[in-house]
């Protein structure tokens, strides 16, 4: 066994556990870990694309084993999962297809950015005065878009997105991220998907289908979807405000990991 299929096996349990953990589908961690592993046998005018398809790829299996043990729980909350769906699946392929067109620099940049943006304001705990039964249907739509398509870019399950958007709304952190780990499997296929049709087209694309690259993908998946559901479970068991906390220093730390590569 060489050292890359060890390192991918730790990403993917490093990686699932915090899926279950925090509702996030994992690519915030696999898109920065996968731009330093792919680097040496992937081109760097499609390392980011291909970090970033992989990890839509494996979030499709993470999300599905953090998923069901975030149901038996009882924590997720269908009819906000429901709301988000229709635009969150338009707005995850519409992504995958404008990542096609950005430079590995802007959309590394656009990542880090985006990653240390969400850490802000989970650390400053940001909420409205509202609730979310009370929204407007049409914010669902728009918010559900444009959760896809951000989502997309950077190769996350959305749950940086959703997660705060429920916790905004004053959605308890817990079922928050239960809901968001849901919200992640329409994201994930829709936006793994428009990798993989975008990057048949590209010659330099290597190691899989279009932007997936299928070594990486079956190594994490086996080890992600084994540590998942101890993450949901850990979930269910530790204080809502250090989840919180915790979650926003995180995302800070990987942020500027991706900005300094």
């Not at 592993?37 to 499709?60: C, D, K, R, Y």
């Not at 297809?97 to 989970?122: G, H, N, Q």
């Not at 993989?196 to 330099?204: A, M, Q």
């Amino acid at each position: 066994m060489n050292e890359t299929l060890i390192l991918l096996l730790l990403l993917g349990a490093f990686s699932g556990f915090v899926a279950g953990l925090l509702g996030v589908g994992g690519g915030l961690i696999m898109v920065p870990v996968l731009l330093y592993l792919l680097a040496p046998t992937i081109n760097q005018s499609v390392l980011m694309h291909t970090a970033i398809g992989t990890a839509l790829a494996a979030i499709v299996f993470t999300s599905l084993s953090s998923v069901y043990a975030h149901h038996k729980h009882g924590a997720i909350l269908w009819q906000n999962f429901f709301k988000l769906t229709p635009t969150v699946l338009l707005g995850a392929y519409s992504g995958a297809i404008v990542a096609k067109y950005m430079s590995f620099d802007f959309l590394r940049i656009f990542f880090a950015f985006f990653e240390i943006s969400v850490a802000v304001i989970m650390w400053f705990g940001v909420s409205a005065s509202g609730h979310v039964d009370n929204l407007a249907r049409w914010v669902w739509l728009i918010v559900g878009y444009i959760i896809g398509l951000v989502s997309a870019i950077v190769g996350i399950g959305g749950g940086t997105m959703t997660t705060p958007f429920l916790v905004y709304n004053n959605v308890e952190i817990k079922k928050a991220i239960a809901t968001s780990a849901a919200v992640g499997m329409p994201i994930a296929i829709a936006g793994s998907l428009g990798f993989i049709v975008v990057g048949l087209s590209v010659e330099d694309a290597t190691g899989g289908i279009g932007f997936v690259h299928l070594e990486a993908l079956v190594s994490i998946v086996v080890a992600s979807i084994l540590f998942a559901p101890l993450g949901a479970k850990v979930t269910h068991i530790v204080d809502s405000k250090k989840l919180k906390k915790g979650f926003s220093v995180f995302l800070g730390f990987l942020g500027v990991m991706v900005f300094l590569f």
